[in-house]
Every structure is written in C-alpha cells, then in structure tokens.
C-alpha cells in the first residue's frame, strides 16, 4: 500500500530560522515524490519534484530511501514561506497520494 | 490565472440533494482528478480519469460519480449517497501518461450541505 506520513500538523518558527517540514513514505517499489504548496488564497501548486534535484524558493528535498524520508528543508525561513505544505508520493500510475499537511507559520 | 477552473465557488445542498461540480481545463491535459480536501487529513482521491471515456475510482469513491464525455471537462456529482458531503473539492489535470508529469489544480468548490 501507498502511504505518506506528514508528522507535525503545525509547525512554527522565527524568520531567519531553519525549516524542516518530514515527511516520511511507505511504498515497496521505486517512489516518485513530490511537495506541493498552498498559500493563502492561491491554489495548490507543485514546489519541487525529488527527480529534479534543484532547489525553489531555497527549499530542497532530498530523497532517502533507506529511511524511507522526503523531508523539505530551507536554512533560513522567509515570512512568505508560510503555508500550507503537502507532501505526496507517485507509485505506479498517474495518481498521487498526499500526506496530511502541514502548516507551516514563520513568526517575524 | 485559467487553465484549469472549477464553478461554483460555494455550494450550499440540502440534504437529500444531489449536486454537480463542475472542472473544465483548457490545457489539453489526458488525465484529470478530483479530490477532497479536509482539515488534518490532507487530500484524498475520489475518482480520476486518465482519457476520455474512461475513469477510475479512487480512495474514497463512495457516494460520487463522474462523466469524463469530453477531453475539457470532468463533472463530479455528489450523491444523496455520500454521507459526509461537506468538504472543499479541488480538481486537477496532468498531461497523462508518461512519467513526471505534473498535476496543475483548480482554484476548489466549497460544498456545504445545509
């Protein structure tokens, strides 16, 4: 079975922060993982591919398949990197499974 | 901002009602989605079409079904079936087959059942 495991619900930090959002997946052959991002009033929309390797917004996402772990990360949070944030994993066909989100509030 | 749009924004259905969503992309996209989207539990697939005149369930299928009668356009009706109908809907399309392909998104349709 496909699964994504988003840990934190909420997350919180100060600007010029660090920024890990985890995520963590469950699929027995080779994942196609994805992170996709909402912010307020706008649609959701793809951020970054793992296949990709290249960083958006100064976010990267590397993928770690002996933990199983496709966990975003940026050195230093921006104000406008809050956010909803979605991690989701592609298995096989064309659809993706998601994880339950998490939102993410950088605090000036 | 178009390429994929859903109508009406909000929604408001009594119960008993069925109602349709509506999803049109102009992307020229095989593949289309629809989902739904709850508080704390992320986005989750109800049904999806990967070519036209042809869909498949997906992870929470029960109490909806949907058309795929045109490349452009992916209704979702939301039967008296459904038990727990009010949830924020949100459609998708991909360019289909092949890999990597990415799922642009809708700007979502708020249902409420009354």
């Known amino acids: 079975a496909q699964r994504v495991t988003q840990p934190e619900k909420l997350l919180s930090v100060f600007k010029g922060a660090p920024v890990e959002l985890k995520c963590n997946y469950s699929?027995?052959?080779?994942?196609?993982l994805f992170w996709y991002v909402q912010y307020s009033r706008q649609r959701l929309q793809l951020l970054l591919r793992h296949i990709s390797r290249e960083s958006i917004k100064g976010f990267t996402a590397d993928l770690n398949k002996g933990e199983t772990s496709f966990h975003l990360k940026k050195p230093f949070a921006q104000e406008e990197d809050s956010a909803m944030y979605y991690c989701?994993?592609?298995?096989?066909?064309?659809?993706?499974?998601f994880g339950q989100g998490t939102r993410l509030t950088i605090n000036p | 901002d178009g390429g994929i749009t859903q109508s009406p924004k909000y929604l408001f259905r009594k119960e008993g009602q069925n109602v349709t969503l509506s999803c049109e992309q102009n992307l020229n996209h095989d593949a289309m989605y629809w989902y739904r989207q709850d508080p704390g539990q992320g986005l989750r697939l109800i049904y999806y079409?990967?070519?036209?005149?042809?869909?498949q369930k997906g992870d929470i299928a029960e109490g909806y079904s949907v058309s795929r009668e045109k490349k452009e356009s992916f209704p979702l009706t939301v039967t008296s079936a459904q038990k727990n109908p009010t949830a924020f809907y949100l459609c998708?399309?991909?360019?289909?087959?092949?890999?990597?392909?990415?799922?642009?998104f809708g700007p979502g349709t708020r249902l409420t059942v009354l």
């Open positions: 699929y027995s052959g080779s994942p196609e």
């Open positions: 998708a399309s991909s360019l289909g087959q092949g890999n990597h392909n990415e799922q642009f």
């Open positions: 989701a994993l592609r298995g096989g066909a064309q659809k993706l499974v």
């Open positions: 079409s990967q070519i036209v005149n042809d869909f």
